[in-house]
């Protein structure tokens, strides 16, 4: 392993301890505040420090873009996958909403097939086969989960797989960061239109819950850039795993919750069916999946 790899892995570790962090303070705020207005800070504060940033860097051509249409449904398809996670949040336990975010890479493969006209491997709807299983072990709808949170959680990971796949149509001609702040600020203008009807303005120690959302969120996403610049999808694809052990340690030290039997095998199930497309697609030479960090 190179240095330079070393130093992606790094810049990895951090992007993904920040996303696990920002789940538990979104767990933490959405108890008290509406979900619609702590997402619509969850998206304003990063794209008016995006704003400043780039203007100041390039000025207002740093916005140019030629796919005006995709880059709103980037959007788009981000804020509702944001929305539809919060909503298993307020449901579900820490680990197990974002276990199943984590079935993105594989739907990503099989969403390709009608969006981008690729063609799946039998492996991969085996892979995606296994992981449903993994999602469904996990979840045990009706058994020991509200359906709510169930449906939530899989729409989540439903829209972050589309957005993946829109991403992966224009990444290779838009800069990252410009990109970043569309895809926040279409979600900040989108909510600004729906937010008025349930807003409720921040109270004492939720200040600091909505600031750290937008602050924990961009160093994050600007984590997840330095280590992607650094090295490549098939080095760094595993360790993105490592995100459940951070969400394991803030469902328990935050909210007195640990993963039971059926959570933690799962868990592994859908580890497993990522996996198996990862391998599959370096064996073959193909585009691999965007990186499955958190949708928020």
């Not at 585009?287 to 499955?292: F, K, T």
Request: with cysteine; glycine share 10%; charged share 10%.
């Amino acid at each position: 392993m190179t240095a330079s790899e070393r130093k992606a892995i790094g810049w990895l570790l951090m992007a993904v301890t920040m996303f696990a962090s920002l789940d538990m303070i979104a767990k933490l705020l959405t108890r008290t505040m509406p979900i619609t207005a702590a997402v619509w800070f969850r998206y304003v504060i990063p794209s008016v420090g995006l704003l400043f940033w780039l203007y100041r860097r390039k000025g207002w051509r740093a916005f140019d873009t030629p796919n005006p249409g995709i880059q709103f449904a980037r959007g788009l398809t981000l804020v509702a996958s944001t929305l539809c996670f919060w909503t298993a949040l307020l449901h579900l336990p820490l680990l197990e909403a974002a276990t199943v975010s984590f079935i993105s890479p594989t739907l990503v493969v099989v969403l390709s097939a009608l969006l981008l006209r690729e063609k799946p491997e039998p492996i991969h709807w085996v892979a995606l086969g296994l992981g449903f299983l993994g999602v469904m072990i996990v979840l045990r709808p009706g058994f020991s989960h509200p359906g709510l949170g169930a449906i939530a959680a899989l729409s989540s990971a439903f829209f972050y797989g589309v957005y993946q796949i829109l991403t992966r149509k224009v990444a290779a001609t838009h800069d990252a960061m410009v990109m970043l702040f569309y895809a926040n600020a279409v979600g900040a203008v989108v909510l600004s239109a729906i937010v008025p009807a349930t807003m409720q303005w921040p109270q004492g120690y939720e200040w600091l819950g909505v600031f750290a959302l937008g602050i924990v969120g961009g160093f994050g996403h600007w984590c997840m850039i330095r280590a992607y610049g650094s090295a490549d999808a098939p080095t760094l694809a595993p360790f993105m795993y490592s995100q459940l052990a951070v969400t394991t340690f803030w469902g328990w030290s935050v909210f007195g919750t640990l993963p039971d039997g059926y959570t933690l095998i799962g868990m592994l199930v859908i580890i497993g069916s990522g996996l198996i497309v990862l391998l599959d697609l370096r064996r073959a030479g193909k585009p691999e999946p965007p990186p499955a960090n958190e949708p928020e």
